[in-house]
């Protein structure tokens, strides 16, 4: 049973910068595929940026060139630095990995003031 712990949400100006967080509690495998999602409030969980087991990293259109997605195995974390933070961004943010298993955090809220 890996277990996620996401920090870093928290309240930003439209513009400003947020890094999440992601804390596992095993160590990271390159082989392993972790990823940031987020999910408003009565909409599905979107995925926002991936990084693939052979270290391939994919981003949601909506935002590529603001979000990057970093992941350090020594320290068993995965980031995600934010940059130019939208109204719309603001939600729910969970931290993914999988291994055999999919597993889940408990998710940081991210709210950015117009």
């Known amino acids: 049973q890996v277990q996620l712990v996401e920090s870093g949400g928290g309240l930003v100006q439209a513009g400003g910068s947020l890094r999440l967080s992601c804390v596992a509690s095993?160590?990271?495998?390159?082989?392993?595929?972790m990823a940031w999602y987020r999910q408003a409030p009565g909409k599905q969980r979107e995925l926002v940026a991936v990084?693939?087991?052979?270290?391939?990293?994919n981003y949601a259109d909506s935002v590529k060139g603001r979000f990057t997605i970093s992941r350090y195995h020594d320290k068993n974390t995965v980031y995600l630095q934010m940059n130019t933070l939208k109204p719309e961004d603001t939600t729910v943010y969970y931290c993914?990995?999988?291994?055999?298993?999919?597993?889940w955090g408990k998710g940081t809220q991210v709210t950015v003031s117009s």
């Open positions: 993914m990995y999988r291994k055999l298993l999919t597993y």
């Open positions: 095993e160590r990271l495998f390159s082989i392993n595929p």
């Open positions: 990084i693939t087991g052979g270290e391939k990293i």
